[in-house]
């Protein structure tokens, strides 16, 4: 098995997605006068305490992250909020965030550190909207089915963060967006909801859309909406001039890392997707699939060859067993290569926990389902059980890595040679 | 949309599978002697009544296929029986198919014509089982979980006809196998159980499997594969030099026919594999993954390109809707690309129909959804009840063909402009 390159390629990947790393490479320009640090996010109070540390002058700030998250910070004030469901605390930060970049000027610099999971801790409803409302709102968004730009849209015609509104705010300071991103696709306007990010879409189409989408909006929001000038105008595209935006961490970029890697060993690197969704086992049986086109037929990819994939895959839990959605991956593959020559196979969570217990994730070749069935396995009765971690425990297969302190979703490397 | 071209793809993929087709770029050169038809499987009789047509000069034999697939045929006998549980009718049909290829001379000439179903309808214990051990071998094997290619091994074990000694009867006549393969990488071997091919593995491995597997056999059967020299002899090597075999249809054939189209319109073509296995819709999602990265990345393959894709999806019924593996897999597609410019999908039953209902399969995009929401469908809900028929059927999305008259499983075909 090429277990030493998958498990390189794995450490590759997280390394990149690190935000100490990945700030530092990523530091704007020092400004004329001051500078102040804004964010939200899971990642964002890990971002800030790089930023400290790498920043060479003076700066202040205040960024939310979820509870348990903190870093300890000596000049940006860390908030902890709730999250997914906002809280009073986060509400609160979101208020004192845009008091803090009032009244700055051409000269002074804005550094907004936004993660994923942002847009819940920065509550801040329009104006005649309550709290309770920004919440009903959501869950009529959540229950629409409504792609992620839709509810996107349509969310930060409710926000005066949102879409854009914050960074707007800061006018005429210069904003530049760090962007550690959770989404498909990397779109930083979809990022937190992207409170410094132009998003484009009218207010018009906001109201297409709930209808198309039957949005069942509370009455007060659902009038605002169809009302004029209720809500917090759509930021003007001018007050984003001279701002930037980069995304210094993603599925996409730990993937090219790795891909990089694999291609320094003089395997050809093919990135299926950064976003791969869908029940575990089934993502497990497409991507076995393909490896065996590969293994057999030397097609679409040539050998050498490593399959790359990210996303994050969902189990639904049938039986009583351990394990989680890369174990449950990889059991699967494991099954549909069984007594394939030549291919080998890592999915592990980058955050370095997948599911309950202390692995990463686990490796697998096509000799897995062999060496379970000599250790007294059966390897679909482990699959029906959920007990993909007994399963590679019992044969030394786990990968055990430790929080890694950051995320990315999964990641998943199969080698064919 | 990309209807025509995706239309035009699948139309090429049936018909690269036609038996009539096929037989007749694959005809044996004629012998000094006689020619002897023999065969099994769904699509035998078809193949027979186009050999009988294409073959000049005069033949006779005897072709099993599966009841109601029978086909009418002047100088081959057609016999129906039963599949997947074998009878008496297929009993028989062995025994007199054995009779017929006895006493051959090396101037004869046998064409196999073997497809996917075969070994059910070719049912021959060997010496010292009976038919209900051959049924009860058989349970045993499918409950193990085995792979096919051991599952193949132990099953031949048993028989007197399947892993080649079939062919070794012919001797000293030689044999031209045609197979209309139905398994993942169209080794002949597994089709049909492999009646004229050699199959690799020695008695040994097969009874080291049965341990490893924990085989449940009927203990007669366990007495006979443990014991010496009780069961048919493996054939020798000798008795199939001469002797031909051609893969004429198959998933990969009819996926290499709809891609040298693609190519034609300009298309980059990525055959992803031709057995494609797991839940319909979260196939779809994997699909739609890497038709993201496609149009949104251009990587791994360069647009315009067509992702085509075959096997066979399995469907867990859990609404009272309508529809098949094919309609399934489009929506949750459908859904996973909402919004997307630049994707456009087909996906059917090779065999022309696609589950319970008219259609063959149906087309999507990434309009897709809208148009269902226009039409007071929502997505999501039509895909957990199954009802991927009246979705597709209410906003003219069907593709609808009629039985094609062979089956090389699911055809899928995704271009990404």
């Known amino acids: 098995m090429d277990r030493d390159l998958l498990e390189k390629m794995f450490h590759a990947a ?22 102040i640090v804004i964010g939200a996010g899971k990642a964002s109070a890990q971002m800030a305490r790089a930023l400290e540390e790498a920043w060479a002058g003076p700066l202040t700030g205040l960024v939310v992250t979820r509870y348990g998250y903190g870093e300890t910070c000596e000049h940006i004030e860390i908030v902890e909020a709730a999250h997914p469901v906002p809280d009073e605390a986060g509400f609160l930060a979101a208020r004192r965030m845009m008091e803090m970049v009032s009244g700055l000027s051409a000269d002074d610099l804005v550094i907004a550190l936004i993660s994923g999971g942002g847009s819940a801790l920065l509550p801040a409803p329009a104006p005649g909207l309550t709290f309770d409302d920004e919440q009903a709102i959501n869950r009529a968004l959540l229950a629409s089915g409504a792609p992620i730009g839709v509810m996107n849209l349509l969310r930060n015609q409710f926000s005066t963060i949102k879409g854009g509104r914050l960074a707007a705010q800061c006018a005429p300071a210069r904003v530049a967006t760090l962007v ?16 410094t990010i132009p998003l484009g879409g009218s207010r018009e189409l906001a109201r297409k859309y709930a209808t198309l989408y039957r949005l069942n909006l509370p009455p007060h929001a659902h009038a605002l909406l169809v009302g004029e000038d209720n809500l917090a105008p759509t930021p003007d595209d001018a007050v984003f001039r001279g701002n ?3 995304t210094i961490a993603s ?17 050809e690197a093919a990135i299926l997707s950064d976003s791969v969704e869908g029940e575990a086992r089934d993502v497990g049986q497409v991507h076995a699939a393909l490896a065996r086109e590969v293994a057999m037929r030397n097609r679409p990819f040539r050998k050498p060859a490593v399959l ?16 989680g959605r890369n174990g449950e991956f990889l059991l699967a593959l494991a099954i549909a290569i069984d007594g394939l020559e030549g291919i080998s196979a890592l999915a592990a969570d980058t955050d370095g926990i997948d599911g309950s217990e202390n692995n990463a994730g686990a490796f697998a070749d096509g000799q897995t389902a062999t060496r379970l069935r000599k250790a007294g ?5 482990a699959l029906g059980a959920n007990d993909a971690y007994g399963a590679f ?19 998943r490397a199969i080698i064919v040679r």
């Open 251 to 267: 599925a996409a970029l730990s993937l090219d890392a790795a891909a990089k890697l694999a291609r320094e060993a003089g395997l």
């Open 393 to 411: 425990e019992a044969i030394g297969d786990l990968l055990v890595t430790g929080p890694t302190g950051t995320n990315v979703n999964d990641f």
């Open 180 to 195: 550690v991103s959770d989404v498909p696709g990397d779109d930083p306007a979809l990022v937190a909801s992207g409170p």
């Open 308 to 323: 790359l994939s990210g996303g994050e895959t969902t189990v639904t839990l049938r039986g009583k067993g351990r394990g």
């Open 14 to 35: 997280v390394a990149q997605a690190q935000p100490a790393l990945a700030v530092r490479q990523h530091l704007p320009g020092k400004p004329k006068g001051r500078t």
């Open 244 to 246: 930037s935006v980069r």
């Open 377 to 381: 396995i059966d390897p679909l009765a």
